[in-house]
């Protein structure tokens, strides 16, 4: 049953998948290295944030947590949104799906209630549907001083309960500051083109991996997680992850 449950979602290196994943890396990782997981997903993603908590209690239960490293990929799930849709996310539901807007608020709901038994919470009614480019950017940014995940978290928050409008610079600045960013850094780089080359860098190779929705989770380059799965299963692919690598 174990194995079985974790093939619906763990694609190994095998001749059919070989091809998706050789242009990630022709590096061999060394068992010195640490066990990186890299996380292709979106800030505006509801299931990006819910798949980072999954994981999160996967890690807390696997012994050698101390020698994995998260990475944060770009993905927008949709790059031509406006700075801020004229919608909110019900009416964004309706107009994708062609459904109305009492079973768009049924469809929130059923993951809102995803969210909480997880301790996240999920406000819709303050959410600001829009573009999340410029979010990236500050993501990228952040990684450069090793606060990634920690501006990871506070965008997630920021937009699933506290209704920040993460296109919005100023909020973006003050957000970062908060994660003990230099503000003045963050506002020269967002108000020039600085790390537009790394968003996009990230979203070019999710293409030549074919990853079509996010979360999408990459252990060691040998082993794929799509979806956000529950800690059972990431737990089991980093087991895999880590019995393969000879660590």
């Not at 190994?12 to 091809?19: F, K, V």
């Not at 061999?28 to 994981?55: M, N």
């Not at 990228?140 to 506070?154: I, P």
């Not at 963050?186 to 600085?194: F, K, W």
Request: one cysteine or more; hydrophobic letters at 40%.
């Amino acid at each position: 049953m174990r194995a079985a449950t974790l093939s619906v979602v763990l694609w190994a290196l095998s001749s059919a998948a070989s091809a998706q994943f050789q242009p990630m890396s022709t590096t061999p990782i060394g068992a010195d290295q640490p066990l990186t997981i890299e996380v292709w997903s979106d800030v505006v993603c509801p299931f990006c944030y819910i798949g980072k908590r999954e994981l999160e209690s996967a890690l807390s239960r696997f012994p050698h947590r101390d020698q994995v490293k998260v990475v944060w990929k770009s993905f927008e799930l949709d790059a031509n949104a406006p700075d801020r849709a004229p919608h909110d996310t019900y009416g964004m539901l309706m107009e994708r799906y062609r459904i109305g807007r009492e079973e768009a608020v049924a469809r929130v709901s059923g993951v809102t209630q995803r969210a909480a038994s997880l301790g996240l919470k999920y406000d819709y009614d303050k959410v600001i549907v829009g573009s999340s480019f410029q979010a990236h950017r500050l993501l990228q940014y952040a990684k450069s001083k090793g606060k990634g995940d920690a501006m990871k978290e506070r965008l997630f928050r920021a937009y699933f309960t506290e209704g920040k409008h993460l296109a919005d610079k100023p909020t973006l600045v003050a957000l970062a500051k908060e994660v003990g960013i230099n503000a003045d850094e963050v506002r020269y780089d967002l108000d020039n083109d600085a790390w537009v080359r790394e968003v996009r860098a990230d979203e070019q190779e999710a293409r030549r991996l074919g990853v079509s929705g996010v979360p999408f989770f990459v252990f060691d380059r040998r082993f794929a997680v799509s979806g956000a799965q529950s800690s059972a299963v990431f737990r089991q692919a980093l087991e895999k992850a880590w019995e393969v690598s000879g660590k």
